[in-house]
């Protein structure tokens, strides 16, 4: 998921049986969040979750 102009992108990661999520904001990547703590991180930026759009899947900036 990403912001309409692309400049905040979430991505869902699973580490064996638990689903952690990716923060990308420019060259800042944040790893290992919870949604809760996405959700709060997004909303403290002006950015509300309901904005976020379906990501183009070719796209893996910061994916190891």
């Given at each position: 998921m990403q912001t309409s102009d692309g400049r905040w992108r979430v991505e869902a990661v699973r580490r064996g049986n638990q689903d952690f999520y990716r923060l990308i904001h420019g060259d800042n990547v944040i790893d290992g969040l919870f949604i809760a703590t996405v959700?709060?991180?997004?909303?403290?930026?002006?950015?509300?979750?309901?904005?976020?759009?379906?990501?183009?899947?070719?796209?893996?900036?910061?994916?190891?």
């Open positions: 959700q709060r991180l997004l909303a403290e930026a002006g950015v509300d979750m309901a904005d976020l759009v379906v990501a183009d899947s070719t796209h893996t900036a910061g994916a190891a």
